[in-house]
């Protein structure tokens, strides 16, 4: 009797291990790139300031602080989502939010901060989107953690959420500063 | 040009190479490789630079390597795999004895309904 039970046994071992294979496969989700960038340095840029046409910004700027730096576009619609988060973490005041704004038009990004708020210490205006591509950007809104170095160090891809935030973004942040 | 677009993957819509996507990002990204064709730089450097900024996800055949070997063999090893156990159950049936011969009462039987049996064959076997 065990003998004929054990034929059945291969199979329905294959067959577990199959679900298990699938049940972690369909918890992934092909549109997260991971980005190879994590952990290297962010790539430099000087690109003018939406807000203050005559200024300009470049990443070096903002060494010895850990900042968030936040892809952004009036056309983005995911974009609206994470908005208000960011504007309440740049009422607290612990983390500098500055916004790359991506492939926009300087009207339309200008009215869609005025409209929506403003969480950006400044904005870097990449009209042509080709510091995008060197950040690897394949979708708006995309976040970098950047820490004092001026290293990447967590990309988020998708707009951020509050539980984003809480376990992923500020403790990291919060690790860095030290 | 066409090859090396043809060999990346656009990241928007996945399943399409960046010669054949219509999705802006895809415009922007033959758009560098146009320039950096233009300024000489050879297959690999280009191809390099697309890794480099968002991974080995971006080219439209997975490369070789420790990491995908699973991915690439995979599919040969479960080949293997079934036909052994193809061959193995095979040679197990053949092995398997032979149906066991007539009891007196059931060859009665047959032989009423189909007429005697010829003699066996010399090697033993019932015809």
Request: proline share 9%; charged share 25%.
């Amino acid at each position: 009797m065990v003998a004929r039970m054990t034929r059945f046994l291969l199979p329905i071992a294959v067959f577990i291990l199959l679900i298990g294979f699938l049940a972690a496969g369909l918890k992934l989700d092909p549109r997260e790139v991971p980005s190879p960038l994590v952990g290297k340095p962010a790539p430099a840029f000087d690109l003018p300031v939406l807000l203050q046409p005559d200024k300009r910004f470049a990443p070096r700027d903002m060494r010895g602080k850990v900042w968030l730096l936040n892809v952004w576009a009036s056309w983005c619609v995911s974009c609206r989502e994470e908005h208000p988060v960011l504007v309440e973490l740049s009422k607290k005041g612990v983390l500098p939010i500055l916004g790359l704004n991506y492939k926009d038009k300087g009207d339309d990004a200008r009215r869609w901060l005025a409209q929506f708020g403003n969480p950006y210490q400044l904005s870097a205006v990449d009209a042509d989107g080709r510091i995008g591509i060197d950040y690897g950007v394949y979708g708006v809104p995309e976040t970098y953690v950047i820490d004092g170095n001026g290293v990447i160090r967590y990309k988020q891809i998708g707009p951020i959420t509050p539980a984003m935030l809480e376990e992923k973004i500020l403790p990291l942040a919060m690790a860095l500063k030290k | 040009m066409r090859d090396l677009s043809e060999k990346l993957r656009c990241l928007v819509c996945q399943n399409q190479t960046l010669a054949d996507s219509p999705a802006e990002l895809a415009q922007d990204l033959r758009r560098q490789l146009r320039e950096q064709v233009a300024a000489g730089r050879s297959d690999e450097q280009i191809l390099g630079y697309m890794v480099q900024r968002y991974g080995d996800f971006v080219l439209y055949e997975p490369p070789f390597k420790p990491t995908t070997l699973l991915l690439w063999v995979g599919p040969f090893i479960l080949l293997a795999a079934a036909a052994f156990i193809l061959v193995s159950t095979l040679r197990r049936r053949r092995r398997q004895p032979e149906e066991p011969a007539l009891s007196p009462d059931d060859k009665r039987l047959v032989e009423r309904v189909l007429g005697p049996s010829p003699p066996p064959e010399r090697d033993g076997r019932a015809r």
